[in-house]
C-alpha cells in the first residue's frame, strides 16, 4: 500500500505565505509525478501545480509567479511554495502522487486526505 499525507494548511491573511508540504510512503519503486490539486467551496477540484522526477514543472495560470513546487526525491517529498496568497486561494489542497510500485509495473494514483488553505481579506 502507499500512504500520501500532506501538512502545512492554515489561516493566512492576504498577502501572506504558506508552505505546504506531502510524503509519500510504503510500497514505492518510484514517484514519476507529484503535485497538488485544489478544490474551493462549491467548485470542482483543479490542478494547482505538478512536477516530474526530472524537475519539469507546470503551474495554474491563476498561481504562475506565486507558488512555486518542488520535490526531494529521495524522500518521496513534495513542497508548495505559495506566496502572495489571495482570497480566491482558499481552498482545501490535496496531493496528488503517481506511483510506480515495481520495476516494469504501471503507474497509480494516489491521494492525500486534503489540507484546508483559508486565505483572509
Known amino acids: 500500500q502507499v500512504q500520501v499525507v500532506e501538512s502545512g494548511g492554515g489561516l493566512v491573511q492576504a498577502g501572506g505565505s504558506l508552505r505546504l508540504s506531502c510524503v509519500a510512503s510504503?510500497?514505492?519503486?518510484?514517484?514519476?509525478?507529484m503535485g497538488w490539486y485544489r478544490q474551493p467551496p462549491g467548485k470542482q477540484r483543479e490542478l494547482v501545480a505538478d512536477i516530474r522526477e526530472d524537475g519539469n514543472t507546470a503551474y495554474a495560470d491563476s498561481v504562475k509567479g506565486r507558488f512555486t513546487i518542488s520535490r526531494d526525491n529521495a524522500k518521496n517529498t513534495v513542497y508548495l511554495q505559495m506566496n502572495t496568497l489571495k482570497p480566491e486561494d482558499t481552498a482545501v489542497y490535496y496531493c496528488y502522487t503517481a506511483v510506480r510500485r515495481i520495476m516494469q509495473g504501471p503507474s497509480y494514483a494516489y491521494w492525500g486526505q486534503g489540507t484546508q488553505v483559508t486565505v483572509s481579506s
Open positions: 510504503g510500497s514505492i519503486f518510484r514517484v514519476n509525478i
